[in-house]
């Protein structure tokens, strides 16, 4: 994958995950809302968006730790017992943010208005 392939699609995910949320929160002026499920489409989208992108984070950034953690133990396998430690409070701490995404997603689904 090249560098420009790269960077445009690091600039659409960052705009994807600045912008969505933004929307959702928008107010739509003096006027009413085009109807009642536009704002709880775009949270929706949102909560979606929150826990997909949590949980390929948190996939990725544990594969990687473990995949160190591996090569590691492999390369030295008596220090395997001071690198397994690490790596699982590590793994730990990884899928505590990818549970507060869960939560913040949870959140996010709280806010619609469906009886409006």
């Not at 960052?14 to 949270?43: E, I, M, R």
């Not at 544990?62 to 017992?81: F, V």
């Amino acid at each position: 994958m090249s560098l420009k392939s790269k960077l445009s699609l690091s600039i659409a995910a960052f705009a994807t995950t600045l912008l969505v949320p933004t929307l959702a929160f928008a107010q739509a002026g003096v006027s009413a809302p085009a109807n009642k499920f536009d704002a709880s489409s775009w949270l929706a989208l949102a909560a979606g968006l929150a826990i997909g992108l949590a949980a390929l984070g948190g996939t990725l950034g544990q594969g990687r730790a473990t995949a160190a953690a591996l090569e590691g133990i492999s390369r030295n396998p008596g220090a395997a017992g001071r690198i397994q430690t690490p790596m699982i409070l590590g793994l730990a701490l990884i899928e505590s943010l990818v549970l507060l995404a869960f939560v913040v997603a949870f959140l996010l689904m709280g806010r619609i208005n469906i009886a409006a």
